[in-house]
């Protein structure tokens, strides 16, 4: 896997994957939703989500959304002190599993395109069985060259689905920092229409 933390971009003609990795707040989301208004612009077809963080009046964070690139929206996960599950808790967090389900997985079983932009894999995400079924099957597709994927990482949290993408053959690695994430942004756009471009 090339990992990439500037300007330079591998030259891995045959690669189905990229992977986004960087601190919580370094900008993934920003890069991951301008990359698919970019891909749109563009007329290039494709699928999956990002997440959107919400604040409270306070200015404090309450939970998380998703949104499709196709404008739906589902809740994530919310400030709870209870939830009827313990096993669907992260932290503070109470994961509305099946909210998070009647719009993610949809937007990741389409047949309309090859490419997937995904917002993130975290454990919040993975607390749904389904779409932790649903990412071993875009696994085995990125290995057979049937998908493109474009997905954002933990930089630390340890998932047994993201060291399984980790070794994919055929990906890299784009890692975000404070100092390099605007320059990134556009190597990962170039990158991405390279890897899809094929097929265009």
Do not use: W
Not at 32 to 44: D, F, M, S, Y
Not at 97 to 124: C, W, Y
Not at 164 to 178: G, I, P, Y
Request: net charge positive; with cysteine.
């Amino acid at each position: 896997m090339n990992i990439i933390v500037s300007q330079s971009i591998g030259t891995n003609i045959d690669m189905t994957l990229i992977l986004i990795t960087g601190m919580p707040g370094v900008g993934k989301t920003t890069i991951v939703r301008n990359l698919g208004l970019e891909l749109q612009k563009r007329k290039i077809p494709l699928d999956g989500f990002y997440t959107e963080e919400l604040r409270n009046a306070s200015g404090e964070r309450s939970g998380f959304d998703i949104v499709t690139f196709d404008g739906k929206r589902a809740p994530l996960a919310r400030v709870s002190d209870t939830t009827k599950n313990s096993r669907d808790r992260v932290g503070k967090y109470a994961v509305c599993v099946a909210e998070f389900e009647s719009v993610a997985l949809p937007a990741l079983n389409s047949r309309s395109a090859n490419l997937l932009l995904l917002d993130e894999i975290g454990k919040m995400e993975m607390k749904s069985k389904s779409f932790a079924e649903r990412m071993l099957q875009i696994t085995d597709g990125v290995a057979r060259g049937g998908i493109f994927f474009v997905a954002t990482i933990p930089l630390k949290a340890t998932l047994d689905i993201v060291e399984r993408l980790k070794r994919t053959k055929n990906a890299q690695l784009f890692h975000v920092t404070a100092t390099n994430r605007n320059q990134i942004h556009r190597d990962i756009l170039e990158a991405t229409v390279r890897m899809i471009g094929k097929q265009l």
